[in-house]
């Protein structure tokens, strides 16, 4: 992408956004003409840290849009957060995360179970018991041996793929069990880790603790499956629900539609408001034609909760503020700096680059401070327990600007007083992620760091970024990228990045190819505590030594500028659900 226009054009909308939402939050929100919405939002980031237009009311249709499709329908199968999110309509779990706005929402509490579970004091064993009343959209009860099946599908990987695999690895490391579809015993629940005594309980045998365990049951790959309705690769495109909706139709890449089911007893889910009559998803490439039908009113709201485009959050902020949330986000966008790429093995040069970023100019290309996110000094999100405001580098003493004495000096320290040459990936269908290389180029060029901007699709990241062959093979030194938490805490966010363990030949995600032993220790004291807090000690010291280290630089922690429509009841944006509104919780005005 050519540098000087398009970079231009970015940074004009950025700064009209960031004006917008500052006239906002001084004036306290609201728009002097508002002919164009048939009725007013609840106000300027009204779901942020609390429930936007609360509302008890049942009825009506939730109308959802989507740029993509889930990633898979099946609850062993999906990885995308959204989908996780969207799955809490028809799926249960044993655990879950508690309907409550910011911060509170990461609160596991009881869902088929009556309660979190009961754990031993060597926490290697976690027994639940079930609710009454809890059945599947047939009437049937659902039954503990109906989660331990559901569980069980995980371990068919060359039939159940793409989902992810932390029950699998903590259950049975040594991968002894072959999946229900290779299980030679009767009722084909032949996994001895997890026992069901009677239908009503259900109990974990971990071989050692891991004090994130219940984080992953209420992943929906701890969801129950109903053995005679498992069509196996096939279930995608049909789940049987244990939950509020159930399935009247799906067409992929075209349209999802759920309607009540009506075996589903509110008295057996203290959790899921099932307000809407229908959930209706459209799902259209069409980026700005998706805004402005939301903002006509067509949508009530984005099911990928990404955030507007460039010039569907303009529009947004200066004529329908009301309805504008600013989505805190658990994704951090950030650098890799390659070890094994020359001069990157080097500490001193990768603090270079570190004084020598702009990160408020990195900031202001993705939008400024409201639109696009805080500059980021911890390597962990600020959702998760572990994050600091360490910052060895100075980096917000200095407001973001760069330290070019300290970086030429870090150069000298390296060997390298003229500077040198590398290249840095970027993904041209993520947003602003080549603009923003751009500017990491044209910054660091001021210090003597050459940098050749190479842009790929991100599609091809698991063969392209995620192979260290790859990455050596094309001469990358840094890989610009972004990062989510699959569960608020460290373990969650930062292993498969940080951990030597983590390290493979293609969908690789530790691409700094970080190795070494004391971070890999720290991850199993942390995860070995039960303690939460104790365990954020821990994952606090680890941010300290990478950051110490330089080995993998944050720049951003990201915001999303999402839309709230006008007949949306009871949207809060959930940590849990990386900012994203709670879909179960959602309702709409009639």
């Given at each position: 992408?050519?540098?000087?226009?398009?970079?231009?054009?970015?940074?004009?909308?950025?700064?009209?956004?960031?004006?917008?939402?500052?006239?906002?939050?001084?004036?306290?929100?609201?728009?002097?003409?508002?002919?164009?919405?048939?009725?007013?939002?609840?106000?300027?980031?009204?779901?942020?840290?609390?429930?936007?237009?609360?509302?008890?009311?049942?009825?009506?249709?939730?109308?959802?849009?989507g740029?993509?499709d889930?990633?898979?329908?099946?609850?062993?199968?999906?990885?995308?957060?959204?989908?996780?999110?969207?799955?809490?309509?028809?799926?249960?779990?044993?655990?879950?995360?508690?309907?409550?706005?910011?911060?509170?929402?990461n609160?596991?509490?009881?869902?088929?179970?009556?309660?979190?579970?009961?754990?031993?004091?060597?926490?290697?064993?976690?027994t639940?018991?079930?609710?009454?009343?809890?059945t599947?959209?047939?009437?049937?009860?659902?039954?503990?041996?109906?989660?331990?099946?559901?569980i069980?599908?995980?371990?068919?990987?060359?039939?159940?793929?793409?989902?992810?695999?932390?029950?699998?690895?903590?259950?049975?490391?040594?991968?002894?069990?072959?999946?229900?579809?290779k299980?030679?015993?009767?009722?084909?629940?032949?996994?001895?880790?997890?026992?069901?005594?009677?239908?009503?309980?259900?109990?974990?045998?971990?071989?050692?603790?891991?004090?994130?365990?219940?984080?992953?049951?209420?992943?929906?790959?701890?969801?129950?499956?109903?053995?005679?309705?498992?069509?196996?690769?096939?279930?995608t495109?049909?789940?049987?629900?244990?939950?509020?909706?159930?399935?009247?139709?799906?067409?992929?890449?075209?349209?999802?539609?759920?309607?009540?089911?009506?075996?589903?007893?509110r008295?057996?889910?203290?959790?899921?408001?099932?307000?809407?009559?229908?959930?209706?998803?459209t799902i259209?490439?069409?980026?700005?034609?998706?805004?402005k039908?939301?903002?006509?009113?067509?949508?009530?709201?984005?099911?990928?909760?990404?955030?507007?485009?460039?010039?569907?959050?303009?529009?947004?902020?200066?004529?329908?503020?009301?309805?504008?949330?600013?989505?805190?986000?658990?994704?951090?966008?950030?650098?890799?700096?390659?070890?094994?790429?020359?001069p990157?093995?080097?500490?001193?040069?990768?603090?270079?680059?570190?004084?020598?970023?702009?990160?408020?100019?990195?900031?202001?290309v993705?939008?400024?401070?409201?639109?696009?996110?805080?500059?980021?000094?911890?390597?962990?999100?600020?959702?998760?327990?572990?994050?600091?405001?360490?910052?060895?580098?100075?980096?917000?003493?200095?407001?973001?600007?760069?330290?070019?004495?300290?970086?030429?000096?870090?150069?000298?320290?390296?060997?390298?007083?003229?500077?040198?040459?590398?290249?840095?990936?970027?993904?041209?269908?993520?947003?602003?992620?080549?603009?923003?290389?751009?500017?990491?180029?044209?910054?660091?060029?001021?210090?003597?760091?050459?940098?050749?901007?190479?842009?790929?699709?991100?599609?091809?990241?698991?063969?392209?970024?995620?192979?260290?062959?790859?990455?050596k093979?094309?001469?990358?030194?840094?890989?610009?990228?972004?990062?989510?938490?699959?569960?608020?805490?460290?373990?969650?966010?930062?292993?498969?990045?940080?951990?030597?363990?983590?390290?493979?030949?293609?969908?690789?995600?530790?691409?700094?190819?970080?190795?070494?032993?004391?971070?890999?220790?720290?991850?199993?004291?942390?995860?070995?505590?039960?303690?939460?807090?104790?365990?954020?000690?821990?994952?606090?010291?680890?941010?300290?030594?990478?950051?110490?280290q330089?080995?993998?630089?944050?720049f951003?922690?990201?915001?999303?500028?999402?839309?709230?429509?006008?007949?949306?009841?009871?949207?809060?944006?959930?940590?849990?659900?990386?900012?994203?509104?709670?879909?179960?919780?959602?309702?709409?005005v009639?």
């Open positions: 992408m050519p540098t000087g226009s398009s970079k231009r054009r970015l940074a004009a909308g950025a700064a009209l956004v960031v004006a917008a939402l500052v006239s906002t939050t001084a004036c306290g929100g609201g728009s002097d003409d508002d002919s164009k919405d048939s009725s007013k939002g609840a106000g300027y980031d009204a779901a942020y840290n609390k429930i936007a237009n609360p509302s008890k009311a049942k009825g009506g249709t939730l109308r959802m849009v740029k993509q889930l990633d898979s329908a099946d609850p062993q199968r999906a990885y995308y957060g959204m989908s996780w999110d969207f799955m809490r309509f028809y799926t249960r779990q044993l655990v879950t995360y508690a309907p409550k706005p910011g911060e509170a929402s609160e596991l509490v009881g869902d088929l179970a009556k309660a979190p579970g009961k754990i031993s004091d060597d926490g290697k064993t976690y639940y018991n079930l609710r009454d009343g809890i599947w959209q047939d009437g049937s009860p659902i039954t503990s041996k109906d989660i331990k099946y559901g069980e599908r995980i371990w068919a990987a060359d039939t159940i793929t793409g989902g992810p695999q932390y029950l699998k690895q903590n259950l049975d490391p040594k991968g002894e069990y072959k999946g229900p579809y299980d030679k015993s009767k009722d084909k629940l032949g996994l001895k880790s997890i026992e069901t005594p009677d239908d009503q309980t259900i109990v974990f045998k971990l071989p050692k603790p891991n004090g994130d365990f219940e984080q992953f049951l209420a992943m929906p790959s701890g969801s129950p499956v109903k053995q005679d309705k498992d069509t196996k690769a096939k279930y495109q049909s789940p049987f629900s244990s939950g509020p909706y159930k399935f009247q139709s799906y067409k992929a890449n075209k349209k999802i539609v759920l309607v009540r089911n009506d075996k589903w007893k008295s057996s889910d203290p959790v899921r408001a099932a307000l809407p009559n229908k959930v209706d998803v259209s490439a069409n980026l700005e034609e998706n805004d039908r939301l903002m006509e009113g067509d949508y009530d709201v984005d099911m990928n909760g990404t955030g507007m485009t460039q010039s569907g959050r303009v529009t947004a902020v200066q004529d329908h503020k009301d309805n504008v949330d600013n989505m805190r986000t658990s994704f951090v966008r950030y650098v890799a700096l390659v070890h094994k790429a020359k990157f093995d080097n500490v001193h040069c990768r603090k270079a680059v570190f004084y020598g970023t702009d990160f408020a100019g990195l900031q202001q993705r939008g400024g401070k409201l639109a696009g996110g805080d500059i980021a000094n911890s390597t962990l999100p600020k959702s998760i327990k572990g994050h600091t405001d360490y910052d060895p580098y100075g980096i917000l003493a200095r407001k973001g600007k760069p330290d070019t004495a300290k970086a030429k000096s870090e150069l000298k320290e390296c060997g390298k007083p003229s500077g040198f040459s590398t290249k840095i990936t970027a993904r041209t269908n993520n947003p602003g992620e080549v603009d923003t290389a751009e500017a990491l180029q044209e910054q660091l060029a001021k210090v003597g760091i050459k940098v050749e901007v190479d842009s790929f699709d991100g599609a091809e990241s698991a063969s392209v970024t995620g192979s260290p062959k790859v990455v093979s094309r001469g990358y030194g840094m890989i610009m990228s972004g990062w989510g938490p699959d569960f608020p805490s460290g373990q969650g966010f930062g292993q498969p990045l940080w951990d030597s363990r983590f390290l493979a030949q293609t969908g690789n995600y530790n691409e700094s190819e970080i190795d070494d032993p004391k971070i890999d220790g720290a991850f199993d004291k942390a995860i070995a505590e039960t303690d939460t807090d104790k365990a954020g000690k821990i994952y606090e010291g680890l941010d300290k030594r990478i950051l110490d330089a080995d993998w630089m944050p951003i922690y990201e915001n999303n500028i999402t839309w709230r429509g006008s007949r949306l009841t009871n949207a809060m944006m959930a940590d849990a659900y990386s900012g994203r509104y709670d879909y179960a919780s959602l309702g709409v009639k």
